[in-house]
């Protein structure tokens, strides 16, 4: 078990690492007002788990799926949390995946103008990624993560248990978050290619506490996508989230690492990417998703790029990987970017 301190202007948030911290940090919530939020999936499995921790709590659940993250059900929950008569210094303790850690996250800052915020991740991606960093959002009108707010949360409990009754798949979608981290720091790139074993518990646990601190230190020196830093953790997500939005067949893992790919190629085209290190990050992704997709229709999924919140102009901003460790944030047209994912997909046919 170890601990990473997150510490920013405002707020201090302390990430608990490892096997064992949900039993040894979650207990102590028991006796304070808490308002647990999770979804149907988790909720099937872990209520008894909730019972026995904190007996009979007061929550919402709502079901499990990226459609639930809407301004409606963060309505339910805010009344939910009015009607159960919580107070301004309760707990919300968000237990489930990334979906969960946003919505709960985005109630937490707006019940009584801010309550106390626990994160409980229990998917691999929320355990990496979503749960640090105090970033929590609703999706709105067909666009991601539109509405939302900067919330730390007080505490991060990650705790490997909840990862053995995660489906493979969204195993593989937390993988695809740990090689976006690999794509920004060389030490996780070494020890991704240098593992016999992507899935082993083990090293799942080493390589999540070193993406976090990765994340944490960022965090640190850019809470709010200011200046330039943060916007790194977002590699591969333009073309991950326009993917996501207009095909919607797959989870945001897959997306990002999916979206990776095909910026991978861009940066490559554009001549920005060693090539000796893409191929590096292609093996990476491929051992994750053997298969990279072609798509129908890619330049209506295009558009959805226009959209995105790192864009400040008519142009798609992109995190391109530049070299190990290293990567840059390009600006291209529509209809160039188009062009490229145009390309990139008939290759992905071609080879099929
Ligand atoms: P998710 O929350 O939808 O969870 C994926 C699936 O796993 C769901 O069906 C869920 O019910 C199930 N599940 C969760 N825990 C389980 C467990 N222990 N055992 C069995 N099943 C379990 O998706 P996700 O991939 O965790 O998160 C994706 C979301 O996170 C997206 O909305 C994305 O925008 C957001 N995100 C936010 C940030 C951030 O910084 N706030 C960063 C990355 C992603
Ligand atoms: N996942 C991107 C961020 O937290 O900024």
């Given at each position: 078990?170890?601990d990473i301190?997150?510490?920013?202007?405002?707020a201090?948030?302390i990430?608990?690492?490892?096997v064992?911290?949900?039993?040894?940090f979650?207990?102590?919530f028991?006796?304070?007002?808490?308002?647990v939020?999770?979804?149907?999936n988790?909720y099937?499995?872990?209520?008894?788990?909730l019972?026995?921790?904190?007996?009979?709590?007061?929550?919402?659940v709502?079901?499990a799926?990226?459609?639930?993250?809407n301004?409606?059900?963060l309505?339910?929950?805010?009344?939910?949390?009015l009607?159960?008569?919580m107070r301004?210094?309760?707990?919300v303790?968000?237990l489930g995946?990334?979906?969960?850690?946003?919505?709960?996250?985005?109630?937490?800052?707006?019940?009584m103008?801010?309550?106390?915020?626990?994160?409980?991740?229990?998917?691999?991606?929320?355990?990496?990624?979503?749960?640090?960093?105090g970033k929590?959002?609703v999706?709105?009108?067909g666009?991601k993560?539109v509405?939302?707010?900067f919330?730390?949360?007080e505490e991060v409990?990650v705790?490997?248990?909840?990862?053995k009754?995660?489906?493979?798949?969204?195993l593989?979608?937390?993988?695809g978050?740990?090689v976006?981290?690999?794509?920004?720091?060389k030490?996780?790139l070494?020890?991704?290619?240098?593992?016999?074993?992507?899935?082993?518990?083990?090293?799942?646990?080493?390589i999540?506490?070193?993406?976090?601190?990765?994340?944490?230190?960022v965090v640190?020196k850019?809470?709010h996508?200011?200046?330039?830093?943060r916007k790194t953790?977002?590699l591969?997500?333009?073309?991950?989230?326009?993917l996501?939005?207009?095909?919607?067949?797959?989870s945001?893992?897959?997306?990002?690492?999916?979206g990776?790919?095909?910026?991978?190629?861009?940066a490559?085209t554009?001549g920005?990417?060693?090539?000796?290190?893409?191929?590096?990050?292609?093996?990476?992704?491929s051992?994750?998703?053997p298969?990279?997709?072609?798509f129908e229709?890619?330049?209506?999924?295009?558009?959805y790029?226009?959209?995105?919140?790192?864009?400040?102009?008519?142009?798609?901003?992109?995190?391109v990987?530049?070299?190990?460790g290293?990567?840059?944030?390009?600006?291209?047209c529509l209809?160039?970017?188009?062009k490229y994912l145009?390309?990139c997909?008939?290759n992905l046919?071609?080879?099929k």
């Amino acid at each position: 078990m170890k601990d990473i301190l997150l510490k920013t202007a405002l707020a201090e948030s302390i990430i608990h690492c490892g096997v064992g911290t949900f039993e040894k940090f979650a207990q102590k919530f028991a006796d304070k007002q808490i308002f647990v939020v999770t979804d149907s999936n988790v909720y099937a499995i872990y209520n008894s788990l909730l019972i026995n921790t904190f007996g009979n709590y007061k929550g919402y659940v709502i079901p499990a799926g990226e459609e639930s993250k809407n301004p409606e059900n963060l309505l339910k929950i805010l009344k939910a949390m009015l009607e159960s008569g919580m107070r301004r210094n309760c707990y919300v303790i968000a237990l489930g995946g990334g979906v969960v850690g946003d919505i709960a996250g985005l109630a937490a800052s707006l019940y009584m103008r801010g309550t106390n915020l626990v994160q409980i991740p229990t998917t691999l991606l929320a355990q990496v990624d979503s749960s640090v960093g105090g970033k929590t959002a609703v999706d709105m009108n067909g666009v991601k993560n539109v509405i939302g707010a900067f919330y730390q949360p007080e505490e991060v409990i990650v705790d490997p248990l909840f990862l053995k009754t995660l489906p493979d798949r969204e195993l593989r979608c937390g993988l695809g978050e740990i090689v976006k981290y690999a794509a920004l720091n060389k030490d996780i790139l070494d020890k991704l290619l240098n593992t016999e074993n992507l899935f082993s518990f083990n090293f799942l646990e080493d390589i999540t506490y070193d993406c976090i601190a990765h994340k944490a230190e960022v965090v640190k020196k850019d809470e709010h996508d200011l200046n330039g830093l943060r916007k790194t953790l977002n590699l591969g997500h333009t073309t991950g989230h326009a993917l996501e939005l207009y095909y919607g067949l797959k989870s945001h893992g897959e997306f990002v690492l999916i979206g990776m790919f095909y910026e991978l190629y861009i940066a490559q085209t554009l001549g920005l990417c060693d090539s000796e290190y893409a191929e590096k990050l292609k093996k990476l992704i491929s051992g994750v998703i053997p298969e990279i997709p072609s798509f129908e229709n890619i330049s209506k999924a295009a558009e959805y790029a226009l959209h995105d919140k790192k864009n400040d102009d008519e142009k798609i901003s992109l995190i391109v990987p530049k070299a190990e460790g290293k990567c840059i944030e390009i600006k291209i047209c529509l209809s160039e970017y188009t062009k490229y994912l145009l390309s990139c997909s008939e290759n992905l046919r071609g080879q099929k």
